[in-house]
């Protein structure tokens, strides 16, 4: 990893600790590696920090530590810190530094997880930190649990290549007032986001379980599930004066989010253009009266594909008169924009309201078309076949 801040778990409050990764166990057998604990209710900071009994007490005692590759591994961390670990040496391909948690994570009044750079300068992000751009590479955040966070859940800064995967952020936005999403990046390109589940997104000033913000260039979504947001399933919003282009929300399926507050909707387009945004084999529902499905305010640079749009029993708009539309299945939807000439309006006939699966006879069955190097799988696990059904199920029907 590259030298940059890693900003610790907040709220880890449960007594036990995590076995230490065989690999781990192997490297300090060898004596090349060893894993360093932090309590900041129990820990002391002259205390040698190798085990929960003799954890260190803050973070600053942390960030003064020099690893050696494969260390800490994981930087075991427990009891409300939030702080930043500085590291002051990089890791290998083969031994990484990496940080973790034992005990559970519920409860913080920020941020769950974070990354950040102080080199974040770029032509993508011209007023970044620093005078250059030297991103975290090789970094995975898999398998988490974030529960009740006061403001964002899970954020990737200044990475090139990270991989979000197996997280659930069950509430977030809870405390603030402010602008904060369940997992989202910034300044960061090739970002891959699969397998997640987010909800409870509370408030409607962003409140999105997922987000396409500033500088970010390549990344995907795809095989996420989100429900139940305050703020809606999906926000593109590019920074000012930066640049977001080519990313893809693919293969994800949303059910019961709203944000009913203008110019936001289920899925929202604002602030600054993302350039080339393909949104396609989504399957969007909701029950909620009075949430827009997408909203837009202006940018543009979003194309629509082989979406579904199912609204609420009493009609849900569309309010984009700004962004591309093709091959989309629009349910109880209106405002359909007329561009798309290979609109199919009918019920898509989903399994159970919360289950988005297709029946047999759907008319969304085949009625969607290829998207070149759009994923050979489906949220479901499904091949997708050619020509594809629209929205997120690619199966035959049920």
Not at 11 to 32: D, E, I, N, W
Not at 290 to 300: D, K, L, R, T
Request: with cysteine; charged share 15%; proline share 7%.
């Amino acid at each position: 990893m590259t030298v940059a801040a890693l900003t610790a778990l907040a709220a880890l409050v449960a007594p036990q600790a995590q076995a230490v990764p065989a690999g781990a166990a192997s490297a300090q057998g060898r004596g090349a590696a060893a894993t360093y604990y932090v309590d900041c209710a129990a820990g002391s900071d002259t205390a040698p920090g190798t085990g929960p009994a003799t954890a260190w007490r803050t973070l600053t005692k942390a960030s003064a530590a020099a690893y050696r590759p494969g260390e800490p591994d994981p930087l075991q961390a427990r009891h409300h810190l939030y702080r930043r670990v500085r590291t002051r040496r990089s890791g290998t391909a083969g031994v990484p530094l990496s940080a973790g948690a034992y005990g559970s994570v519920a409860h913080t009044d920020r941020t769950g997880i974070d990354t950040s750079s102080t080199w974040g300068r770029r032509p993508e992000h011209p007023n970044g930190p620093g005078t250059s751009f030297a991103p975290i590479t090789g970094l995975s955040l898999h398998h988490n649990t974030v529960r009740d966070v006061g403001g964002d859940g899970i954020v990737v800064q200044t990475a090139v290549g990270a991989r979000v995967e197996h997280n659930l952020v069950d509430g977030f936005n809870t405390r603030s007032g402010g602008y904060n999403a369940g997992i989202w990046a910034w300044n960061s390109d090739r970002v891959l986001y699969r397998f997640n589940e987010v909800t409870g997104g509370h408030g409607t000033r962003d409140s999105m379980a997922y987000d396409i913000d500033g500088g970010n260039n390549g990344n995907v979504y795809q095989y996420n599930y989100c429900h139940d947001n305050e703020g809606g399933f999906l926000l593109i919003c590019n920074g000012e004066g930066m640049v977001s282009d080519r990313n893809t929300v693919r293969y994800n399926v949303s059910v019961n989010d709203r944000n009913t507050s203008a110019p936001c909707g289920v899925i929202s387009v604002v602030c600054g253009p993302a350039t080339h945004t393909l949104v396609h084999n989504n399957t969007v529902t909701t029950s909620v009266p009075g949430a827009a499905m997408v909203s837009s305010n202006g940018p543009g640079g979003v194309t629509f594909r082989d979406h579904i749009f199912a609204g609420a029993a009493a009609g849900s708009p569309i309010a984009d008169p700004h962004n591309t539309y093709d091959h989309n299945l629009y349910a109880r939807i209106s405002g359909i924009p007329g561009g798309d000439t290979g609109a199919v309006c009918a019920d898509p006939r989903f399994v159970a309201p919360d289950d988005v699966r297709l029946r047999a006879g759907s008319p969304a069955l085949g009625a969607g078309v290829r998207v070149p190097g759009g994923g050979d799988r489906d949220y479901y696990g499904n091949p997708v076949p050619d020509p594809p059904n629209i929205g997120a199920d690619q199966g035959r029907g049920r």
